[in-house]
DNA sequence: GACGTTGACGATACCGAGTCTCACTCAGTA
DNA sequence: TACTGAGTGAGACTCGGTATCGTCAACGTC
């Protein structure tokens, strides 16, 4: 389960400030399972009439990406969409039924990376990857569902 | 080096009729080395002084994404790019200092993603991997520049 | 606790990518 | 040649995201 406070707190480690707009964000954030969008968080605070400006969620969105608290991932449909994560690099696996997201390390990655990088002639620096696929919870309901 | 007839070939096998705007358009499209935005057409269409709408541009794209003569790819800007490619399953390698793009099968892939099933349970369906860094050309003139 | 500084805020205008609509055109066919 | 419907261009529209600007409040200092 994701908590706010942890935003929180990498927030205020890296010696920003902690106002209430902020908590909000992140407090909506934490309410959320699986990847969101920023149109989602707009909904939200509006929904539970919380006072925050859409602009504010768009600027502290930035900032908890680059804080590492969050990360911007692209759905197949193209859409921006961020998860709540770790700040140490990783992967995400995204269930395309029910939208929720695990981490993985893909450790078998920096060998792809090497081995195209031989292949190619190119000096890899950073790489992208994201998979989607089905989660065990829906796969359990789908079975059951026959 | 592209081809334009390439993408009329793929047109014209999957029935879809060779009109003059989809000619100028993979026209356009093989007029250019690396990755681009629909923008970029846009701008290619206007300064050439050739008469193509730009909701057509989009809906070209749109077409020969499905019939995969090119591919969407997410730059990590955050933009939406289009690189053109063979239709099979492949990766892209794209030279963040001059945008080439190079295929690759990154054959290594499978096996990540079955690790990566087998670690979170889930039943991968497909993935996106996208890797960033610099093309033997930039590094041979990076080094040249001392 | 009061005060001052300045980073953060909300409102809102703006921008640009992409979509939708609709009247018109033209490629392919009978 | 006439017909038909796929394809087109113009332009309005939507929506995600950014920029601006006057105001507010978090936080360090006294």
Redesign the interface.
Known sequence: MPDASTIVTVLDRAGYRLTEPRRVVAGLIAGREGHFTAADLVDDARERRLDVGRATIFRALELFTELSAVE?V?L?S?E?AYVECEPIHH?H?I??QCART?E?E????P???R???K??????????????????DC?AANSRRG
Not at 106 to 109: E, F, L, N, Q, W
Not at 120 to 131: A, D, P, V
Request: glycine letters at 12%; one cysteine or more; hydrophobic letters at 40%.
């Open positions: 911007r692209d197949p193209g921006h992967h696996v269930c395309s695990t993985v893909a450790c078998g990655m060998a792809v990376a081995e195209v990088g292949a190619t002639g190119f000096k890899i620096q950073s790489h992208r990857l994201e998979l989607f696929g089905i989660c065990p796969q």
